[in-house]
Every structure is written in structure tokens, then in C-alpha cells.
């Protein structure tokens, strides 16, 4: 009795049950054993299912019934499509950045080579005693040149035109529109006039004297007289500018007057009649005592702040060393 283990063909492979057929028709055993290779397909599919578990890109958390356990797998084939896109995708992005840039790059050279890059108009504002086209003139820019060269160089023309033009206190270069400046100005007051010779001169803020000549004196301006060195009258203007309003408005008249003791001496001839005797490094401070000490005089008169403050009438003037006798201390709490 033959007692070869026959083989269950429902657990072969194809290619075991073609070989078990073959070796039946010569009348031989197959070579190999159908329980071997059953466990062996047992294992390489149990190895087949672990390799396909460890690569899932998200493992479940819950379990999943096998049968319901779907994979999908992209071949090349279907991925090449993506691939193309996203290729496609970054090529337009990089065309696209350099034909901006060399779009911006033509348009930077046409417009340096055009009109526009050209200083085409000069615009003054905030002038009122000085011309524009003085201003313009004395600026030295000049039209159809660099825009942008003449702007980046604007601290200098700006310089040239407030050395050229004492009554302008600073200039500053804007742009404006397309291609033009605009030149704004801030201008010195006139504060006083000059009289040499019933010749009268301007004199600004910062105490510079105008060379400009004037027939008359202008209303509400006090008339400087007697004052030689410019240096002397810049020291009073620093003081006088620092005086309150209504005390410069009460101001019509302001005379040098140095002794051999004291060159700081300066007679001030009032508006209300009074004369105010002070040196000029403390006008600002003497003077904010006026208006008590006009208060308590009877009748106009002299109010000495050389020494002190004193009060009196013209007609008591005294000579040099009765004046303390003849005068009256004010008080100036």
C-alpha cells in the first residue's frame, strides 16, 4: 500500500497543481512537499500583510475588519501628471520674477533717459519781502538738469540761497509734482530801523542792518540812533527781542549812549514820554519793572536803571552829583 501523503490540490499554487498533473501522467511523485509549500505561502503572505502595515502613512487607531481594508497605490504613471504640474507651477513663478525685474529694469532707464528725470519747474512759497525770482536766481539750480542729482545735493543750494539773502532766515528744497521743487521760505522780521543822517535801514531779528534805504521810518518800528558797531547792536537786539510786546511797542526810540565808565549805556525814549536810562545786558531784566515804576510817577520824566531803579521829573534833572538828592528809590517788590 502506498503511503506517499497525497497533496490537498485546493491548497496549491497554480504552478504546483500544472507540475502534480504532469508528474501523474508519468506515473511519478512530485519532488516536493505540498505541506512545505503550503507553510511556506502561509509565511510569505503573513510577511506580505506586516510590510504592508508598517508602510501606512497613518496607522489607525481602531481596528479595521480585513475586509474592509482598501490600499491604494499610485504608480509612477499617475504621479508623473502632479509632477508636471507642480514643475510647471514653480517655472511660471521664476518666469514671471525675471520678467519683473527686467520689466523694472527697462522702465528705471527710460525714465533716466526721458523728460521726467529732468528739473522741469521751481515753485517759491512763504516769501513776502523777497522776490521769488531772486530766490530762484540765488539758488543756483538749473532746469533740464538731474532731478535727483540736484535733490541729493539740496542742503547746498538751500545754504547759497540764505548766505545770498540776509532777509531769509531757511530755506528748504521740497519736491513737487513729477519733476519740480518747491523752494519754502522763512523769512526775518524786521524789528527796528537804522537813522544815519535822516537815512533809515532796516534791522532784523538777528540784529543785522539791511542795506536797503528808507526815507521815512515805518509806524509801530523803534529808530536805533547813534549806533556805530554792528557787534552792539546785535547784543541789543538779543535783549530787546526778549522783552514783552507791549513794552516793544511802547518803544519809539533807542539811542547809544556810552559814558568813559560804562559803554553799555542806551537811552530808551518812550511812547508815553517817559526815558529809560539802562545798560543792555540787563534790559531784559530792568525792563520788566517799567510799568510799576511808570505807574507811580505824577508826570512823565527819567526812570534811571543804571544803578538801581530812580524815578524823576525832566525839569529836576539834576547835574551828576545831585542826582541821588533829587531823585526818589522806587520799590520794586
Known amino acids: 500500500m502506498d503511503t506517499t501523503e497525497q497533496p490537498d490540490e485546493q491548497n496549491l499554487t497554480p504552478w504546483q497543481k500544472e507540475n502534480l498533473e504532469y508528474l501523474k ?20 503572505e503573513e510577511l506580505a500583510e506586516e510590510a504592508e502595515t508598517e508602510i501606512e502613512d497613518v496607522p489607525s487607531e481602531e481596528p479595521v475588519p480585513e475586509e474592509k481594508q482598501k490600499k491604494t497605490y499610485e504608480s509612477f504613471a499617475d504621479r508623473l501628471p502632479k509632477i508636471k504640474k507642480v514643475r510647471n507651477k514653480r517655472l511660471y513663478r521664476r ?79 521740497l519736491l513737487s509734482g513729477i519733476n519740480s521743487f518747491n523752494i519754502k521760505i522763512e523769512e526775518y522780521k524786521v524789528v527796528a530801523l537804522e537813522s544815519i543822517e535822516n537815512v533809515f535801514h532796516p534791522i532784523l531779528e538777528n540784529g543785522k542792518i539791511l542795506p536797503e534805504e528808507m526815507k521815512a521810518p515805518v509806524s509801530g518800528m523803534p529808530v536805533f540812533q ?52 539802562v545798560n543792555i545786558s ?17 508826570k512823565p520824566g527819567i526812570i534811571d536803571m543804571e544803578v538801581g531803579i530812580f524815578s524823576y521829573p525832566f525839569n529836576n534833572e539834576p547835574a551828576e552829583e545831585g542826582v541821588e538828592e533829587s531823585s526818589q528809590p522806587v520799590d520794586q517788590s
Open 282 to 298: 540787563q534790559l531784559e531784566e530792568k525792563m520788566a519793572y517799567y510799568t510799576k515804576v511808570a505807574s507811580q510817577m505824577e
Open 25 to 44: 501522467t508519468q506515473g511519478d511523485q512530485p519532488s516536493w512537499s505540498p505541506s512545505l509549500v503550503s507553510d511556506e505561502k502561509e509565511e510569505q
Open 95 to 173: 518666469l514671471t520674477l525675471i520678467v519683473s525685474v527686467f520689466l523694472i529694469a527697462i522702465v528705471i532707464v527710460l525714465y533716466f533717459v526721458s523728460p521726467l528725470s529732468k528739473l522741469g519747474n521751481i515753485g517759491v512759497t512763504g516769501n513776502e519781502a523777497v522776490d521769488s525770482q531772486k530766490i530762484i536766481v540765488q539758488s543756483k539750480l538749473e532746469k533740464g538738469k538731474s532731478l535727483w542729482e540736484q535733490f541729493g545735493d539740496r542742503d547746498i543750494y538751500e545754504k547759497k540761497i540764505e548766505r545770498q539773502l540776509p532777509r531769509v532766515k531757511k530755506a528748504t528744497i
Open 226 to 277: 547813534n549806533f556805530k558797531d554792528q557787534s552792539i547792536i546785535k547784543n541789543l537786539m538779543n535783549s530787546y527781542n526778549k522783552l514783552p510786546e507791549d513794552i516793544k511797542q511802547n518803544i519809539s526810540e533807542i539811542r547809544y549812549a556810552p559814558s568813559n565808565a560804562n559803554k553799555e549805556l542806551i537811552n530808551l525814549h518812550m511812547k508815553d514820554a517817559n526815558q529809560v536810562i
